[in-house]
């Protein structure tokens, strides 16, 4: 009987893929377990803890910004701001747009959730630079920034 089945599965060289399909399965179970393995001990952060912003060029006329804030800094601000609760704020991104001669042409306000960490900018100009804020209003309509982007050169 197993004689009659070797000589069928070398027949048509079933014992060979079968253990071909079995040393991949193999392969991949401990690439999978090593992948496992180094996430569970090297686990990139959702967070630093940081008060960072950064504006980055996509495109000509796109730019990504993200950021991160620690809720520190963000209390602060908020009494600053005259808030006692952090639900009540209206959180913005201020988008300034920099002339030939480095002054501030306008800016545009974007509203922002607390819990929102990035953005694409659309439609900027060619021949301007641009900075963004992220920061508070107030009731007043009067703007606390809480942290301050780099500058990028269209």
Do not use: C
Request: aromatic share 12%; charged share 30%.
């Amino acid at each position: 009987m197993i004689e009659s089945l070797q000589k069928y599965l070398n027949q048509n060289d079933l014992s060979t893929n079968f253990f071909r399909s079995s040393s991949l399965a193999q392969k991949k179970r401990r690439t999978n377990n090593l992948v496992k393995n180094i996430e569970s001990k090297y686990s990139i952060p959702d967070k630093y803890n940081v008060n960072n912003i950064h504006l980055g060029l996509k495109n000509p006329m796109t730019a990504y910004i993200y950021w991160e804030y620690t809720f520190d800094r963000i209390n602060k601000t908020l009494f600053k701001a005259g808030y006692e609760d952090i639900r009540e704020v209206v959180l913005l991104l201020r988008v300034y747009s920099i002339d030939r001669n480095n002054k501030v042409e306008k800016y545009n306000d974007i509203r922002v959730e607390l819990d929102d960490s990035n953005l694409y900018l659309d439609d900027l100009k060619v021949g301007h630079s641009y900075t963004v804020e992220l920061g508070i209003l107030n009731s007043e309509e009067k703007f606390f920034p809480i942290i301050k982007s780099n500058q990028i050169d269209l």
